[in-house]
Nanobody, 124 residues
Framework: QFVESGGGLVEPGGSLRLSCTAS????????IAWFRQAPGKEREGVSC???????NYADSVQSRFTVSRDSAKNTVYLQMNDLTPLDTAIYYC????????????????????WGQGTQVTVST
């Protein structure tokens, strides 16, 4: 299983770093993606990183969010800067065993293993 952490309440313009940590399996063999779901809205893809470290981002977070992985800590991070109230949501990480050079996707249907989510609230 894996667990997200790092969510919380932050003011607009602030930053948070989310972590997705695995136990019982090695994340380096998986493509990892971050998704979010705001109240009353569909779950949407935010970012992903493949096994080689290549990443993709949704247009709404491009240049503000950065995904990275630390194999030694068996953890994937999502650094979120310049947050706005529109970023308020529950953030989930998801994993899928994919070939190393396969480009990652932020499509929900591509992932079969999900964390429980962490709440991010951006408000004054």
């Amino acid at each position: 299983q894996f667990v997200e952490s790092g969510g919380g309440l932050v003011e607009p313009g602030g930053s948070l770093r989310l972590s997705c940590t695995a136990s019982g399996f090695t994340l380096e063999f998986y493509t990892i993606a971050w998704f979010r779901q705001a109240p009353g809205k569909e779950r949407e893809g935010v970012s992903c990183i493949n096994r080689r470290g290549a990443s993709n981002y949704a247009d709404s977070v491009q240049s503000r969010f950065t995904v990275s992985r630390d194999s030694a800590k068996n953890t994937v991070y999502l650094q979120m800067n310049d947050l706005t109230p529109l970023d308020t949501a529950i953030y989930y990480c998801a994993a899928e065993p994919v070939a190393p050079d396969f480009a990652c996707s932020v499509e929900v249907y591509m992932y079969t293993s999900w964390g429980q989510g962490t709440q991010v609230t951006v408000s004054t």
